[in-house]
């Protein structure tokens, strides 16, 4: 089969479009016909070296594929074979890629496979910073950073559906026009506004019941700053680099929360089943809007890697099949 590897870290253009065997499923796996696989921002700094670097190379990248099972390991339900699927996994950027048959998530007719692989990773994440870790109310206020993203677009309509006002950052009219369409009641122009002073005037000096912080370094401060009393600052990412370490006696003022997501990080196998269910049913019924901005063929990951480093996208990267 045809796969993107990469055999050294570095920049986009260590990414090789060549021949891989094709992974044979062990006992509890499937191999998929990759139809569709997510691209994230983690698989940049997995390529860089920068996170998740322990794994030996060569490497194929990807963690949430679409396509269609092909064959079944042992004791896996045969009848899984020949229908239409997305899982989180390893390797999908292939032509095809082994995945647990616990992580199968049947695909209705009316999702495409570009939705279903932007649809995990992201669609996950952006369930439990709101629901599990941020545990966002009606009433509340929420600021979410890169609301224009991959995360950000989902987030922002998981906070609304739960009755949140939702402030968004983004940079670029494009991204904030993004960002409004999908539900934000207020957008900010990091690039042109003091994030923290327009904070606390949409909110007349109170502040935010809640932060959802993606991007790390350059927010960090902001976040905090834009928190009211007893607010709470979820960090699930650093798209600018780490965060700094927290001071705890500079939380003390407003009795601040500060807290973190790891998509890895274990939950029952039924929390998990229900959040993937409850994201697909909300697509389904029209009510969660996926939003695509770039797909690329396979073969043109490294372009997919610079156009997500380089800021221009909206939405979720996915890369097609090319038959």
């Known amino acids: 089969m045809k796969a993107i590897r990469y055999h050294q870290v570095g920049g986009p253009e260590v990414l090789q479009w060549e021949d891989t065997p094709e992974p044979v499923p062990g006992p509890g796996e499937v191999l998929l016909r990759v139809h569709a696989a997510g ?48 899982a989180l996994t390893k390797g999908a950027y292939a032509e095809a890629a082994l995945a647990p048959a616990g992580e199968l998530l049947a695909l209705p007719p ?3 496979f570009a939705e279903a692989a932007a649809l995990l990773v992201q669609g996950l994440t952006a369930y ?17 950073h890169a609301a224009a993203g991959g995360v950000g677009v989902l987030a922002v309509q998981l906070a609304k559906a739960a009755g949140a006002r939702v402030i968004g950052t983004v ?23 003091d994030v923290a002073a ?29 928190l009211a009393p007893f607010g709470h600052l979820v960090s699930y990412g650093n798209a600018s680099g780490p965060p700094p370490l927290v001071e705890v006696e500079s939380l003390y003022a407003k009795s601040l929360t500060v807290s973190a997501y790891w998509l890895r990080t274990p939950v029952s196998p039924e929390v998990q089943r229900r959040a993937r269910e409850a994201l697909l049913a909300e697509v389904v019924a029209k009510r969660l809007r996926i939003v695509v901005g770039l797909t690329l063929p396979l073969s043109q990951a490294g372009e997919a890697h610079r156009q997500l480093e380089g800021r221009s996208t909206v939405g979720k990267v996915v890369l097609v099949s090319e038959d």
């Open 128 to 144: 439990h910073v709101v629901h599990t870790v941020g545990r966002v109310e009606a009433g509340q206020t929420v600021l979410i």
């Open 198 to 226: 327009r904070v606390q005037a949409l909110t007349q000096g109170r502040g935010v019941e809640r932060v959802l912080d993606s991007v790390g370094a350059s927010t960090w401060q902001a976040s905090v700053d834009a």
């Open 39 to 86: 691209v994230n921002f983690a698989d940049t700094e997995r390529r860089r070296g920068l996170y998740d670097a322990q794994v030996p190379l060569p490497r194929i990248l990807g963690s949430e594929a679409a396509g269609v099972v092909r064959a079944v390991g042992p004791g896996v339900d045969p009848s899984w074979v020949g229908r239409r699927v997305v």
């Open 110 to 112: 009316e999702v495409s």
């Open 171 to 193: 940079s670029g009219e494009a991204k904030a026009k993004l960002a409004r369409e999908v539900g934000a009641d207020d957008v900010i122009r990091y690039d042109q506004e």
